[in-house]
């Protein structure tokens, strides 16, 4: 009976409203009230702060800053090997698999539309069809700036509007098409492996999503799909390594990463296993593997 109201007075929440409201909260520099708000989060959450860069709650001015703090430069490896890919976050991983034709498996019982959570650009997801893709969920205590599975060129951002459900493990399993209904980010990408999809789904009290190249992109929110396009070959474009940061969010969620068809092999993913950022999740098809 509680996970059924947990999920059901979701869809009656001023999700957006509730959302915005503490945003400006997590924004504001309220000194000692900041601090003692940020070691409760730290004593609830379990929040591993001999990771941080600024170990101490008192360096945070903010909220936002605490919460996308980031991490001393020994606490990830990036492995170098040309032909991994590895975990872009730290997280926990919901689906990973198939996509099958323009289907997404998100939990049991439900799917979502690959076109729909691009966008709803046939265009943009034609790629994707009958390729790979991992769900990988952010909880509160975790590390919340987006890295670089590959390196890559940016080629389109497009934002999606949409509801702001909680992207945790009982709402994926219970709101239908949950990832291509809440409001995200849409990143893609030319890489060695062809092209990549990188989305940043909002939640419930996501109170902003940023990327490295455009800083916030929401709030505030929009009522229409935007896509913007990048030149790949000047000296504007936008080239990212392997692990270099991407984006982050401002009280976390939820990114779904998809890559084309027999391109990319999974390494020993799980539903439920933790990822850290720089761990190898994928390797490159050889010539030898590829599906003729």
Known sequence: MLDWLKVNLQYVTPKHLISRLVGKLAEAEMGSV???????FIKQYNVDMSEALHEDP??????????????????????????????????TVSQFGDIESDSIFQAKGHDFSLTTLLGGKPDIAAP????????????????????????????????????LFSVNPLTA???????????????????????????????????SIETVWAGTVTPPAGQNVQHWTYEQDSEAAVKLE??????RFKLGSTIVVCFEKDTIDFEDLVPGMVT???????????ADTTDT
Not at 34 to 40: C, E, H
Not at 64 to 90: M, S
Not at 137 to 148: F, S
């Open 58 to 91: 008192s360096h945070y001015r903010s909220f936002n800053a605490f919460f996308t703090r980031p991490l001393k430069p020994e606490a990830r490896t990036i492995d170098d090997n040309d032909d991994v890919l590895i975990h872009a976050v730290d997280g």
């Open 173 to 207: 399993e219970n709101i239908p098409g949950l990832f291509a209904r809440n409001e995200r980010v849409v990143a893609i990408f030319d890489t060695p492996v062809g092209k990549m999809a990188m989305v940043l789904v909002g939640a419930t009290i996501v109170a």
């Open 34 to 40: 900041t601090t003692s708000l940020i070691k409760l």
């Open 128 to 163: 994707y069809k009958n390729g790979k893709f991992a769900t990988i969920y952010l909880a509160p205590r975790d590390y919340h700036r987006i890295h670089m599975p590959v390196e890559g060129t940016l080629t389109d951002m497009i934002y999606v509007p949409g509801e």
């Open 276 to 286: 850290r950022l720089g761990e190898p999740m994928a390797a490159k098809r050889s």
């Open 242 to 247: 392997k692990g270099a940061e991407l984006g």
